[in-house]
């Protein structure tokens, strides 16, 4: 939670934070400002509030975060500007020097975030490094105390998922009864004018949808059918018709327009009829689903959930990632994933590490599938959970889960 | 143009390029896929087509960049991953050697691009640093390769940038028309049930109308009235209604949601009647923008122009940036910036820098305004033009300049 962050930083031994960043979308600055990240740098010693330092243009936004706020033009960082137009090494160290005196610091272990411009960062760190050598800069590549403190969501973020994940259900909800609306001829789903429904028109429904519901669709939804449903992440092909007894793999990530949470869920689909293979292969994940379910327990490593995922679709055939390392057949990916802010956060369920543990306050999906691209079909069901405060587990992602959509036109 | 990516490497002394990132949105990548990022690292040669490396569960998106595509899976990066499951140091140096294996890269200097986590990426590169001596890291902090490349625009580009370019003056005469056949009860803007029309209604029309165009809207439109006006990046508050005689500044900079190219523009209007000042104003901040229209000419130096507009307002009685530096009344901004995948992109049109120069193929923005926060408005007028292959200045925007919009109902 962001109330731990101070903490970590003791732990760390960090004696100051930046979140560096510009005009990109930067989640950590997100996470601090509550979302209204203006374009800003962000300065935070340890056990002291954080402070934006932006443009006099982004003073309204950057004053909704509730930081304190500190603009450029304050600190007159235009006469450094012109001073140092013709060398700008120089003038980066001289605008860095001025901050670090408003800030009152001078020397310690100062940690570095933020997403940004890769190339120029690194530039930009080596080059403070060699100026200012009582200041190390310190990275991190794995939990970072971004990602530890993400993990855990309190009350307030809780509440949100849980509204946001109700939005989303009824947003799929209302897909589901847009196609099954419809009616076929033959194979294909049509509409009134007998012209073919299209992945694209469903797709644009979604999109008003989601409006609707203030809700944006920055990742691009999945909605792939048949052979693309066999590709975990293909997003399906625009232009193609919806077909009877097809497998449609439906994966919708949107994010809350105004606070930029997430939520994740997925559901599999077959219009009308589904092919024996499809509903074997459906049963199945679902069981491994339940199984899943039925086993988590606050304090236990996320990678045991994901090898009980393992067991059950091995037992029944599946080759996994696991059993069959680099396949694209069967249970490829990991059984899910923390989510906020940003889609993919800690902690992560796979058998590939074991670090994460399930803590109270998590938000995670749990997601099993199998993907069979060259015998045409693909499955996956994901609901987002949270951890609630004595321990149980919760949907947020009440929606049924129906495999056959049928048309009632 | 992209066909310059080589030279720019051979002119800066680089031997290969990397671009780095993770999930987050990727500009670099966007740029070199056409738009088909997957979550990939790109390495690419001197004089070499670019690769990306990615998970076979991107394949399919992978595939559409029309780039080469190895997958972690045929480098068997899973063994990698198993072997070195508890040193996470030596597991990411060992899967850089069999990267740098693959292509057959083992000393050189590499350029280092993309966005993406600023820490974790630090301690990367320093990690890659040490353990592959004969290789130096470079980054660019100013006029990097991309942002040299991507000033320039190929006939393709134009023409896609003209075509979103029409579909968002579209959706921006949608809005004049709606706001338009509304009616006014006292000075506000109210529906038929004479409900008040909000700023947030506005944003809803026009969020829906940009999907009708196949637009998003991901970094947020500014609708803003009143004193929110007279801050330049202000969104506007959803909740105020529309009230007639206030200068309302609607900055849209959409993206095309396939390609991931912007447009970018601003008019000012003002509901049913203009109070004098504001007109005034107006009027100065068009004489300011036709004043540099009529000046530009390829190979000037883009601060020229910034200069012609400050000279403008000046004159008229406004503070500028120059005049007074770090003001926020008046014209507090620079005259424009390019733009393409980013929003902002090179040249920039400040008095600050005179490093750009206009060139064949720029596209960029003209937006001179002026700015009363205290006054209660602001105003800015904003058009995205190309430069033509004879030369020719020409406007992508073709929307009307009218100032007041008249109610109907």
């Keep these: 939670m962001k109330s731990d962050i101070d903490r970590l930083m003791a732990e760390r031994n960090l004696d100051a934070l930046i979140v560096f960043g510009g005009e990109a979308e930067n989640p950590h600055r997100i996470y601090l400002t509550h979302g209204h990240e203006a374009n800003s740098t962000i300065f935070k010693k340890r056990g002291r509030p954080a402070v934006m330092l932006t443009n006099s243009m982004e003073i309204e936004n950057a004053r909704q975060s509730g930081l304190d706020v500190i603009t450029y033009d304050e600190l007159?960082?235009?006469?450094?500007?012109?001073?140092?137009?013709?060398?700008?090494?120089m003038q980066l160290v001289k605008i860095w020097e001025r901050y670090f005196e408003r800030f009152g610091f001078s020397e310690g272990r100062v940690g570095v975030y933020g997403f940004g411009s890769l190339g120029a960062s690194w530039e930009t760190l080596k080059l403070l490094s060699q100026h200012f050598p009582k200041l190390e800069f310190v990275g991190e590549r794995q939990q970072t105390i971004f990602d530890v403190a993400v993990a855990t969501k309190d009350a307030d973020e809780i509440k949100l998922l849980k509204d946001i994940g109700q939005r989303t259900n009824l947003v799929m909800q209302a897909a589901w009864d847009f196609i099954g609306g419809h009616r076929a001829d033959g194979d294909t789903v049509v509409k009134p004018d007998g012209a073919p429904l299209t992945i694209g028109d469903v797709k644009r429904f979604v999109r008003i949808k989601l409006l609707e519901y203030e809700l944006e669709d920055p990742e691009g939804m999945i909605f792939a059918q048949g052979r693309d449903a066999g590709f975990p992440h293909s997003h399906g092909n625009d232009a193609e018709p919806l077909r009877l007894g097809k497998a449609i793999v439906f994966d919708l990530?949107?994010?809350?327009?105004?606070?930029?949470?997430?939520?994740?869920?997925?559901?599999?689909?077959?219009?009308?009829?589904?092919?024996?293979?499809?509903?074997?292969?459906?049963?199945e994940v679902m069981t491994a689903f339940n199984a899943a379910m039925s086993a988590y327990k606050v304090g236990e490593k996320t990678s045991r959930y994901q090898e009980i995922v393992l067991d059950v679709l091995e037992e029944c055939g599946h080759p996994t990632g696991r059993s069959h390392p680099g396949t694209t057949d069967g249970y490829t990916h990991s059984l899910g994933h923390g989510l906020g802010i940003q889609v993919h956060e800690s902690p992560s369920f796979t058998h590939l590490r074991d670090d994460d543990v399930i803590q109270l306050g998590n938000v995670f999906t749990i997601e099993p599938g199998v993907y069979y691209p060259e015998r045409g079909f693909g499955i996956r069901v994901e609901d987002t959970l949270y951890v609630a405060e004595n321990g149980a587990i919760h949907s947020l992602t009440p929606m049924h889960k129906e495999l056959v959509l049928p048309l009632k036109g």
């Excluded at 007159?76 to 090494?89: C, G, N, P, S, V």
């Excluded at 997430?262 to 459906?282: L, N």
């Design 76 to 89: 007159k960082i235009f006469e450094l500007w012109a001073q140092y137009r013709d060398d700008r090494d």
């Design 253 to 283: 990530f949107p994010r809350d327009m105004k606070t930029k949470y997430f939520h994740d869920m997925t559901r599999t689909w077959s219009i009308g009829y589904a092919a024996p293979e499809v509903q074997k292969a459906y049963d």
